[in-house]
């Protein structure tokens, strides 16, 4: 283990004391491709340590960056409770003949003030979603659904000066002393790994990067090197994704790299499916699904929304289903407890469906790191949902993806909300050391 101590320093040399600051740390080699995150604990005086385990050997590069100072996460909170649930405004188009008529909708009717509203809610997917009622349409009538741009402008004076250029995230590097360290060769840190099976714990440090390539330190993970190699791992397997458009990443690289056959289904959208595709020589299906409102996509048609929690009780289970979850790009502009809510509903889903059908792999992909956006995203938005994902699903027979840690630890792509397709594909490889384990 190596532990570094650092804080931060204004412009004039002095020490900030601030409480709180959100920080990334890392090691990276870039010569051979390796990388790997670091623990970081605040001191709660100004002071922070980061904690680091030395995994390959060679010269290694100690990287921390500020992503976020605490005035800034101060002014982001402060904007969630004056705009809790409207930070970003989303409308339904309801469609009679040729009649279009737009409403707005969120997770409380408060915001529409005493108009009369449809109520969307399923309280059993943990969902909570009005419309504004137009005037002489069914609630029941069929339409689509979009997001709008927040309006406004949420800064007070001043405070724009806490925020990169565009409002987005500072990550400044922080330099110190040593900046570099020589590994010596220890011992195989790979060696005596576990087989990978369903509810494994997760360390702090899961993993690492050598030659671009993954390294697990929960398990034995795969690596295929062509397609075949793929083919053989889900012969006969059934793979149900749903989510947002990280995990329809997953779709999209499976589709490329098995080659599968796409079926059009009406009126759905490459966005936000339902998508299906297939390969009857192997005896693969792969599906998608967006998980329902709230999400920021095109016209989506509203009767092909399904909330994840009512999908998976379609599911009828079984040792060759594959079940694929990621959840919280299109949540953090709300309060965490409705984060909350719509992922203890998917639980109780899961647990149904291990319950009926205990043989099922069902996998959680985490949030990933992205760039800007960091009054209604970025990455503390996501860190903080992260948070809360894993604490739901503590102590399940599930697989994690650690997209969080797979997308830290990398240094030669920049962040971005839909990561690279080598690092998909390294998730997908530790996604089949499940589905076929060494």
């Known amino acids: 283990m190596f532990h570094v101590v650092f804080r931060a320093n204004d412009e004039r040399n002095n020490t900030v004391t601030n409480i709180g600051d959100f920080y990334r740390a890392s090691i990276i080699s870039k010569k051979s491709k390796s990388g790997a995150v670091g623990i970081i604990t605040d ?234 595709a297939r390969s009857p020589v192997h005896d693969i299906t792969v599906n998608y699904r967006i998980h329902g409102p709230p999400y920021r996509c095109q016209w989506t048609r509203t009767f092909l929304i399904k909330y994840v929690a009512n999908a998976i009780d379609e599911i009828k289970g079984g040792p060759n289903d594959v079940v694929g979850i990621t959840i919280w790009a299109h949540f953090t502009s709300y309060p965490v407890e409705v984060y909350r809510k719509r992922m203890e509903a998917v639980r109780a889903a899961i647990e149904r469906l291990l319950h009926r059908s205990p043989e099922t792999l069902v996998v959680i992909k985490s949030a990933n790191t992205r760039e800007g956006g960091v009054i209604i995203a970025g990455d503390w938005h996501a860190y903080r949902l992260d948070r809360v994902m894993r604490e739901v699903f503590r102590g399940m027979k599930v697989v994690l993806v650690d997209a969080w840690e797979m997308t830290n630890a990398q240094h030669w792509h920049r962040d971005f909300i839909h990561p690279a397709e080598d690092i998909i594909v390294q998730e997908l490889e530790f996604l089949c050391s499940f589905v076929c384990p060494l």
């Not at 990978?196 to 050598?210: D, E, K, M, N």
């Open 43 to 276: 001191h709660q005086n100004g002071t922070y340590a980061a904690m680091f385990r030395l995994l390959w050997k060679g010269k290694v590069t100690i990287r921390i960056q500020l992503v976020l100072p605490r005035q800034t996460i101060d002014v982001i909170e402060r904007i969630s409770r004056e705009r809790p649930v409207d930070l970003i405004k989303f409308q339904k188009r309801y469609t009679v003949g040729q009649q279009e008529v737009d409403k707005q909708c969120n997770v409380d009717p408060v915001i529409f003030k005493n108009s009369a509203v449809c109520n969307y809610s399923d309280p059993h997917a943990g969902v909570w979603w009005y419309c504004e009622k137009p005037a002489n349409i069914s609630c029941n009538s069929s339409g689509y659904h979009a997001a709008l741009r927040f309006e406004g402008d949420l800064l007070r004076t001043g405070e724009e000066k806490l925020f990169g250029r565009g409002s987005s995230a500072l990550k400044m590097p922080i330099s110190g002393h040593p900046s570099k360290i020589n590994v010596n060769k220890g011992g195989d840190v790979l060696a005596n790994r576990r087989r990978c099976v369903s509810g494994l714990t997760t360390p702090q440090i899961s993993g690492f990067y050598q030659r671009g390539v993954w390294n697990s330190l929960v398990c034995k993970n795969r690596h295929f090197s062509q397609a075949s190699e793929w083919q053989q791992c889900l012969q006969g397997k059934t793979l149900h994704f749903f989510g947002d458009s990280t995990i329809r990443q997953w779709w999209e690289h499976l589709v490329r790299i098995l080659n599968l056959t796409e079926t059009d289904i009406s009126e759905a959208i490459s966005w936000t499916g339902p998508l299906l």
